[in-house]
């Protein structure tokens, strides 16, 4: 049973423009949302969270969105550049998890 | 400030032996985690410890795997008498406080022939 769930297996983005990352869950005890990016043979980097008090937080080109009655958050990415290409995981947690519960990842591609 | 050191950074076994991967967490951090992920597939959570203490085990598979985080030196993932479907990446992320953003090291790319 897929808690978080990442349906674009990649995406691909003109650089300059705005990436949109979609990420939607299923546990509505989930309280707590992070985006990781992760390059291929390195571990995930931490990009920005959100608790489940907030709607929006924003670090730089970084947006995340949360709609808790949808039960979907999202990753803005403006303007995108060529060092955004990188697997984008969400990640949640919240309840008696402990653990974070991941997407299965959005690659995203910057094309120049 | 140095990051979550993992290592080895590659380790091949041969099936039935046993592999032991380290995780130094970040200064200061005292909870450590220990994810799997497998090709095309995202990070499944495996354990979560705090200092000399399983916290939650949920994720790791009753036999075989078994972790711990001793008082002094780095947390250990021990996988006794690999399997072919051990073949993975494991990595480990470390945060100051229960629930708060995890940090992770590079990976341990574990391979079984």
């Known amino acids: 049973d897929q808690q978080v769930k990442q349906n674009s297996p990649s995406l691909s983005v003109q650089e300059g423009r705005i990436s949109i990352l979609n990420c939607d869950y299923t546990?509505?005890?989930?309280?707590?949302f992070l985006w990781y990016k992760k390059y291929p043979a390195e571990g995930p980097t931490f990009l920005i969270s959100?608790?489940?008090i907030k709607d929006k937080n924003e670090d730089g080109r970084f947006t995340v969105f949360l709609n808790k009655s949808a039960k979907h958050l999202s990753l803005h990415i403006v303007p995108s550049q060529p060092g955004d290409s990188a697997v984008y995981f969400c990640?949640?947690?919240?309840?008696?998890?402990?653990?974070?519960?991941w997407g299965a990842g959005t690659k995203l591609i910057i094309k120049p | 400030n140095a990051g979550v050191m993992q290592n080895p950074r590659h380790l091949v076994r041969r099936r039935g032996q046993e592999a032991r991967l380290r995780c130094s967490p970040m200064?200061?951090?005292?909870?450590v985690y220990w994810y799997r992920q497998l090709p095309e597939e995202g990070l499944k959570f495996m354990v979560y410890l705090q200092k000399e203490n399983i916290i939650d085990e949920s994720g790791m598979p009753k036999e075989r795997f078994s972790a711990e985080f001793p008082k002094e030196g780095p947390s250990i993932l021990r996988i006794q008498q690999v399997v072919r479907g051990d073949s993975a990446a494991y990595f480990c992320?470390?945060?100051?406080?229960?629930?708060?953003?995890?940090?992770f090291g590079p990976g341990t790319r574990l391979t079984v022939t």
């Open positions: 992320a470390s945060s100051p406080s229960a629930r708060s953003e995890q940090y």
């Open positions: 990640a949640a947690s919240g309840g008696s998890n402990y653990q974070l519960i």
């Open positions: 200064k200061g951090h005292s909870h």
């Open positions: 546990n509505s005890m989930f309280d707590y």
């Open positions: 959100i608790s489940s």
